[in-house]
């Protein structure tokens, strides 16, 4: 081979990669924002949303049902780049626009994959499929890495960016549409079709690792709220993990390719077994009954760490099966239709998935099915993975290596570099673009106190606005900041970290409070000065689960106690009662929350008889400089008796659904 032939191979090869990386992107950037936005519709009310019958798009593939031939080379290149160019253009639109173009895109991709498998469209070779699907978790690790937990793709001004990858994306396609596969892994002649059976169980085997990788591993802040573990840690194991079996796998193939189907198995019993427990372990038993509450989260220690990073460790498990099931399908390709009714079985597979890990929050409000995921995180990872375990035992007993020719082993080292560099540059941006809380604390002889329901940072008209509610919070310059409706990291907030993100364009400490594990809608508390000893209390709830945040501070020498919480609907007499059991005996105490009940209530009554309303205290009943009704009060700041209240105060604005309050005490 000539050295412009090697580089031909080379680039085409490198390419390949990058655009099967891209696509996968686009794959978990759409089903994030599309699971978003229908969720979004809920947040306006407290039903499910008509909006919800918008989730039969991903049942798209029943379209290869009607084609004999399957698609048409130019109707994949045409897909592929519709996919690419809905993902940058629905951040453009509004939140039910986001839904249907969003939706829109996933569905063509949906209909796309399968036809990619079949054809061998973009590659044919399971190192690029592995390498391509690896390198799109790191990508989506780096800009959530740079957006601090959120996509930076997604948040102006840096929505330029998703346009470039598009961009990059499509270039790639256009060389690929020239090109031709580094290493073809087609059939012999004569080798008879997968069959539907096998076609199946190969389908939803590719589906459950997106489904793995789309409920977590694309997004560690995920990881991270399950465990209160070390966001940076979580970020750079993963990513170095993700890298490494890059390497491995282009550069030392031997020990991949030979891995035996029973041993393959083990290794997904292994990870599988890691994931579960390690959501397990964070999993709190609650009561059934009151008397077992106010309860704490019980620490899961040194053993909860071992199986966090073990996890993250055995995380490119499910590289490896991914690359399997591809080349099981690429190598004795189905026939169009029976791959269709396959596709559109795992296609289906998603969806419930969806809903079960939906479930798990919203439990309350799906009545029948929705109690009985309540408690239960750690089974929808165990379905998710037993998805990606069963079906590797229809696998080959082992994969062919392929031939170590020098342009394939160069291929491998800049591939294994660009992975290695995305890797580290996802390590150096979370070190970098986190908060700085020390360069923004200053003494002082008051303390400014802001509570805000923030609706998963979504405004009053259902429109993701986190620019918006941070300009509110810097306006008012608060010292601490309770944050309600926070807990944005799981599917149905699109795996976003809102707390992070405030948190460090804020500069500020943050402690997040319950974990996603608990089915909370979360709470969060930030501050200029150090948190200690922060700790997450439960009440008993009925419906959704409730907590608070129970913390201390010391501003100028003064020591302070500080709760955050959202009480269920109607702030139920029984978890206001155990909150304030909780917090007997405390000194110089801040209540802060969206309480759920108004000064006419008994639950109030029985607040003010132990601390006092910091607006009511600074205004009484005949001031009120906010535009608020004072009866209509549900966002609550609550003092110790004889606490000096400077100032006191609601501000309103469609920046949330909530007023934001602000208290300012002096001493």
């Known amino acids: 081979m000539n050295i412009s032939a090697q580089g031909r191979s080379i680039v085409l090869g490198f390419v390949r990669v990058a655009l099967i990386a891209i696509l996968f992107l686009a794959f978990f950037q759409l089903l994030a924002e599309f699971v978003e936005t229908v969720y979004a519709f809920g947040l306006m009310g407290t039903g499910i949303p008509p909006e919800i ?46 839904m249907i173009l969003s939706g829109l895109g996933l569905a063509l991709f949906l209909i796309l994959l399968p036809e990619i498998l079949r054809t061998s469209f973009i590659a044919a070779t399971g190192p690029e499929w592995g390498s391509g699907l690896a390198l799109s978790v790191l990508l989506s690790i780096l800009l959530r890495a740079l957006g601090s937990g959120s996509d930076i793709t997604l948040l102006p001004p840096f929505q330029w960016a998703g346009w470039l990858l598009a961009a990059l994306g499509i270039l790639c396609l256009a060389v690929v549409k020239r090109g031709s596969p580094l290493q073809p892994a087609t059939a012999a002649t004569g080798t008879p079709r997968l069959g539907f059976g096998r076609t199946l169980l190969m389908a939803l085997g590719s589906m459950g690792v997106l489904v793995l990788l789309y409920f977590a591993f694309t997004s560690p802040a995920v990881i991270a709220r399950w465990t209160e573990g070390s966001y940076p840690a979580v970020v750079a194991v993963l990513a170095l993990a993700m890298a490494c079996y890059v390497a491995v796998r282009l550069l030392w193939p031997s020990y991949v390719v030979r891995l035996g189907r029973g041993w393959l198995f083990v290794l997904n019993l292994l990870f599988v077994a890691a994931l579960v427990a390690t959501i397990a372990v964070h999993q709190i038993p609650f009561p059934k009954e009151p008397g077992g509450f106010p309860r704490g989260a019980p620490p899961a220690g040194l053993v909860g760490d071992l199986l966090l990073y073990l996890t993250l460790v055995l995380a490119p ?39 079960l890990q939906v479930f798990t929050t919203v439990y309350d409000y799906f009545p029948v099915v929705g109690p009985l995921f309540r408690d239960r995180f750690w089974l929808v990872y165990l379905i998710a993975g037993a998805a990606c375990a069963l079906p590797a035992l229809a696998l080959p007993s082992a994969l062919a290596p392929e031939a170590q020719s020098g342009t394939w082993r160069l291929f491998g080292r800049l591939t294994a570099a660009k992975s290695l560099a995305v890797a580290v540059l996802a390590v150096l941006a979370v070190g970098f673009i986190g908060a700085d809380p020390a360069a923004s604390a200053a003494e002082g002889n008051s303390l400014r106190v802001m509570t805000y329901n923030i609706q998963q940072g979504y405004d009053a008209n259902g429109q993701r606005n986190y620019a918006g509610q941070l300009q509110v919070i810097r306006e008012m310059n608060p010292d601490l900041l309770g944050l309600e409706e926070s807990d944005t990291a799981r599917i149905a907030g699109g795996n976003a970290d809102v707390v992070r993100t405030m948190a460090d ?108 309303d910091s607006w009511l205290t600074r205004w009484g009943l005949g001031g009120n400089p906010s535009q608020i009704d004072p009866a209509d009060r549900i966002d609550h700041i609550f003092v110790s008796p004889g606490t000096t209240i400077l100032d006191s105060r609601y501000i309103t604005g469609p920046a949330s659904d909530h007023p934001a309050m602000v208290t300012e005490i002096g001493w």
């Open 317 to 355: 498990t499910l590289m490896i099966d991914a690359e399997r099931f591809a080349v099981g399908l690429m190598q004795r390709p189905s026939s169009p239709r029976s791959g269709g009714l396959a596709w559109l079985i795992a296609s289906l597979y998603l969806l419930v998935m969806i809903f």
């Open 53 to 98: 019958v918008c989730v039969a798009l991903l049942l798209s593939p029943i379209l290869l049902l009607i084609p004999r031939r399957g698609l048409p080379h130019p109707a994949l290149v045409s897909l592929t780049a519709l996919v690419l160019v809905a993902r940058v253009a629905e951040g453009l639109l509004d939140t039910r626009g986001r």
């Open 505 to 612: 364009a804020l500069d500020m400490y943050s402690y997040y409070g319950p974990t996603t594990v608990t089915g909370t809608f979360g709470i969060a508390l930030l501050s200029r000065y150090p948190i200690e000893n922060p700790r997450t209390v439960f009440m008993y709830s009925l419906g959704e689960q409730t907590a608070a945040i129970l913390a201390d501070i010391t501003v100028s020498g003064q020591p302070f106690s500080v709760v955050v919480t959202h009480l269920g609907n109607g702030g139920p007499i029984i978890q206001q009662e155990q909150l304030l059991a909780a917090i007997t005996g405390q000194t110089r105490l801040v209540a802060m929350g969206d309480f759920n009940f108004r000064p006419d209530t008994e639950q109030y009554r029985l607040t003010t008889a132990a601390l006092e």
